[in-house]
């Protein structure tokens, strides 16, 4: 595997050399292909250099960027399919979110108890922090308005996986990392679209009960399956009869509504608060289908949950390169001034979420997990908001170009802690790490 790592960084180069020529000629015939080429060689290559090997997941992140950037018709249609079709992108959206959410488990909720102060203050400082420093940075650079909203929302999202290597490899309190991690991904649906509504509702329109809604669909329903399915692997029979039961409501109710349910609903209902009501009903319902049918995949594969990242990884690219291809234009306008803004963003959450951890008297430890609970966002989510939406190409673009350097930024910062350990963990750190160490060394995939 490392010889052939090695091969790929050796064409690599020699593609980075022909893009220099295609350059200097200014032949797009040239430097296209071999921009494309040079970052896809690049991101296989990076795993024969083992201090560059972390930063494999943001090579190809910045790979999809190239690629979308290069050829951008290639990846808005494919014929007759659209690529930014609102249904593929919910799809694509929710494996991302559910190959997230196999990494989670039902005893990361329990965690709360024990690391209740550091919990408050992390959600207190993601949910308003990041918001309000998009918000400024709005008003310091003056992007078109729904540019503008989507720097907003990334800033208002919930902290995404990534935030718990990250603290794994700085060797913080990984405890309290998870169940952040956790808790502010229940939260999002409420705190999202009211933090939207407040503060980019003049620059689109932002309908908070439909944002919500969305958010489930993207976040709670994937996630919620992936918990079932956590669930099953250790519950008593009477467990396993209730879930039986709620299988074959589930499925009876899904079947019945492509048969004519649906219709006959719409028809005598209309379209009210009542059906988006049903609509998220089905949703649910169907997390637990899937629940229950990737636990009887994964009991005949046993290796399924290990693979699931790579999934979500494939997902996360998915949608970076169409999310950039369908803001080809704008990046061409805005890309270097939203990538300062990127910066800015990244470094004032790492800043502030460390620093305001140790205004409220939490350990250091603690404090640098805080900080890279605030300072890195669930980009998949704001592009999965953008997409349902409408509006990838402008309001999910600022995700696409903050996702990479925030990888890379946390992997710096996550080094530098990591040789410089702090002897003052708290014991009850000791209690759940062992089994959180598990989990985090499959999403490990994802950086």
Known sequence: MKKISQLFLVIGIAAFIVLLIGIIMQQPVLYRPAAVGTAVCMAIGLGAIPSLKGYQYTSWIIAAVVAGMMYPASFTNWGSIDLRNKWLMLVIIQLVMFGMGIQMKLEDFTAVSRTGKGVAIGLLCHFSVMPLMGFLLTRIFHFEPEIAAGIILIGSTSSGLASNVMVYLARANLVLSVVVTAMATMAAPFFTPLLMKLLAGTLVEVKVLHMMMEIIKIVIVPIGAALLHDFLKGASPRGVRLVTLMFIFAALWLTALPLGSWNYLATHIG??????????????????????????????????????????????????????????DNLLKTGWLLFLCSVIHNAAGFFFGYWLGRLFRLDKNSARTVAFEVGLQNAGMASGIAAGMGKLGTLGLPAAVFSPWMNIAGSILANYWRKRPVADKKPEENDTVLGINKQVDGVKELT
């Open 271 to 328: 379209s009210t608060p009542l059906l988006q009501s049903l609509e998220i009903f089905g949703f649910l319902l169907g997390a637990i289908v899937a629940g229950v049918l990737y636990h009887l995949l994964a009991k005949t594969f046993t290796g399924l949950d290990r693979i699931m990242p790579y999934f979500s990884m494939f997902g996360i690219i998915y949608f970076t390169t169409v999310t950039t291809a369908a803001g080809h």
